[in-house]
């Protein structure tokens, strides 16, 4: 096992609660429960303010109401965790090649294989420079951790929270997980905490107390051998990062749909461009080019020509995602594209993008089918192997807790509830005051769903990223 503290656990505080109240001002200091919100639903996350009710992840949503009856309800909108996530993801990347992502908001770094930190020291000093890099470019907290192992790694981001910064000293693992109970270590769950504790054991000193044999008697050999390994801190697994990366894509969403088709071919090169930049920045080539396009009904076509060899030429990336967009209609207008290169080659690094969206891609249709709620928008994949049409269900009518809109006299805001035939929306955007509620008819033609606005406003020369007002 390394003696240095170099390998550093991340991990978002209260992610979705946090990225909901940055997004919305009247929430912010309020209790925030965001999950499904169907019959069966669960909380995803809350925030702190409502743990203090006792509501917790995974509780039924039933449950959450009953304790904290006051608390906003609100659906998960992964497009912008994703978008927060690739953030945060790209951070950590810079740090080091050999990061680990466990969820959205949460992976291990190997600094030292980064070169970016050696010793106790230079690891403190990397952990907080990490801690204001998030902050200053998501708006949102994260806790970090740094130990010898990734185990103690994670204690320690969990000691840490929220918004804090533990560092566990190589030397003192085991005497700092002595009194804690057994099911701190990976790889105990409540059975096998159960079985521990009718054998007397409570604790990790007991557990090391008990001696190996002991524990190989209780829990089977490999079970035994483990975890008497991790009760005295000896954990040798090594961060690796992912491999199964499937695409490298972009996309960008439009504030006012675009009609002018000269306009819809100078995005898509601009994405081709950018979706080039990005597969160069991981060492990478591919295959199959893809293109996306969300119409103006919600409809999203994905396009893809596969090419005799992997490329990672803009020249080559521009011409076929220009071929495939010829054959694409677009004349009532787009609200977004997007360009992928899928069937990687030769890569040397993960593609955290493709990673997170594919998470969450599973988790908001494990939502959709807990809540019988048609997909939220920011649900379906970048990139498909095959040529496909889907026609996603129609969700203009479908106001949705939490989720963005626009209206055309009052501007942006969030779906605060709705029924009886009414919605009613607050006006209110991440860096204005908390803003004004207004009730509408669910169908006033001035009312349409909109795209989050980014927590943090993009510095000057990203600002193309969104098409102007016209
Ligand atoms: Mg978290």
């Known amino acids: ?17 946090s990225a909901e109240q940055a997004s919305k001002p009247s929430l912010r200091g309020k209790a925030v429960v965001v999950g499904g919100l169907g019959p069966r ?22 449950q959450a109401r009953r304790l904290a009856p006051n608390a906003a309800y609100l659906v998960p909108r992964f497009g912008l965790y994703r978008q927060i996530s690739e953030q945060v993801m790209g951070l950590l990347r810079e740090l080091s090649p050999l990061v680990e992502p466990l969820s959205l908001d949460e992976a291990f770094v190997d600094l030292e294989a980064g070169g970016t930190a050696w010793d106790e020291a230079s690891a403190l000093l990397a952990g907080k420079r990490l801690r204001d890099d998030i902050r200053a470019v998501t708006g949102l907290t994260g806790s970090v951790g740094l130990a010898a192992c990734k185990m103690l790694a994670k204690i320690a981001s969990e000691q840490a929270k929220p918004d804090g910064l533990v560092l566990i000293e190589p030397g003192t693992e085991r005497a700092l997980l002595a009194p804690m109970p057994v099911r701190i270590l990976p790889g105990v769950g409540p059975a096998t905490g159960d079985h521990l504790r009718r054998g007397g054991i409570n604790t990790v000193g007991e557990i090391a107390e008990a001696g190996e044999d002991e524990l190989v008697r209780l829990l089977g050999k490999a079970h035994g051998l483990a975890l008497y390994a991790m009760a005295l801190a000896h954990d040798e697994r090594p961060v690796v990062a992912e491999r199964d990366t499937k695409s490298v894509s972009v996309e960008d969403t439009y504030d006012v749909d675009i009609h002018d088709r000269v306009r819809v071919r100078m995005e898509v090169q601009r994405l081709a461009d950018r979706c080039v930049q990005r597969l160069r920045g991981a060492q990478l080539s591919g295959r199959t080019i893809v293109l996306k396009v969300r119409r103006y009904d919600f409809s999203t076509l994905t396009r893809s020509e596969t090419l005799r060899g992997p490329t990672d030429d803009p020249a080559v990336v521009r011409e076929a995602a220009a071929r495939l967009l010829e054959a694409v209609d677009t004349t009532g207008g787009v609200r977004l594209l997007g360009v992928g290169v899928t069937g990687l080659a030769d890569y040397t690094q993960e593609d955290l993008f493709a990673q997170a969206q594919a998470q969450a891609q599973a988790e908001a249709e494990a939502q959709a089918a807990a809540d019988g709620e048609p997909e939220g928008l920011g649900a379906e994949p970048v990139a498909a192997e095959e040529a496909v049409e889907e026609p996603e269900p129609v969700v203009e009518r479908q106001w949705r807790a ?4 626009r209206h055309v006299e009052f501007g942006h805001g969030w779906v605060q509830g709705s029924g009886l035939g009414r919605v009613t929306v607050r006006f209110e955007t991440p860096d204005s005051a908390p803003g004004r509620v207004k009730t509408f008819r669910v169908d006033d033609p001035g009312l349409e769903g909109a795209e989050p606005l980014p927590l943090v406003a993009p510095p000057v020369g990203e600002g193309l990223r969104r098409s102007p007002r016209p």
């Open 1 to 17: 096992m390394r003696t240095a503290p170099t390998i550093l656990h991340l991990d978002m505080d209260a992610f979705f609660a």
């Open 41 to 62: 639903g669960v909380v995803s996350t809350c925030s702190y303010e409502a743990r203090v009710f006792g509501v917790h992840s995974a509780m039924p949503m039933a």
């Open 402 to 405: 939490g989720h963005d809109v």
